[in-house]
């Protein structure tokens, strides 16, 4: 399983979905698609099943940025360090 990226537009934010496995170059390619983002966000990590350390400081660096993660599975969390998303 690899990764999958969706980006959902509305009025007020995008909702960007990550799913699969968050590893080596899906690192980069959800960087590249977070650079593309202007105004508020909501990371959906529902599907993401696994991420490698790269991947976790990468969902970190975005949430620094101001992103709002929904759906994080306890593990996820866990490895986000932040048991409450």
Same mark, same amino acid.
């Given at each position: 399983?690899?990764?999958r990226i969706d980006?959902?537009?509305n009025s007020s934010q995008t909702v960007i979905t990550i799913a699969g496995r968050l590893c080596d170059l899906a #690192? $980069? $390619?959800? &960087?590249d698609t977070f650079d593309q983002i202007e105004g508020p966000c909501v990371i959906d990590l529902s599907s993401? #099943?696994? !991420?490698?350390n790269d991947g976790i400081d !990468?969902?970190?660096a975005i949430i620094a &940025?101001? !992103? $709002? #993660?929904h759906g994080a599975s306890p593990f996820i969390a866990l490895l986000l360090d932040d048991v409450s998303v």
């Amino acid at each position: 399983m690899g990764i999958r990226i969706d980006c959902h537009y509305n009025s007020s934010q995008t909702v960007i979905t990550i799913a699969g496995r968050l590893c080596d170059l899906a #690192v $980069q $390619q959800m &960087k590249d698609t977070f650079d593309q983002i202007e105004g508020p966000c909501v990371i959906d990590l529902s599907s993401l #099943v696994f !991420a490698d350390n790269d991947g976790i400081d !990468a969902i970190r660096a975005i949430i620094a &940025k101001g !992103a $709002q #993660v929904h759906g994080a599975s306890p593990f996820i969390a866990l490895l986000l360090d932040d048991v409450s998303v």
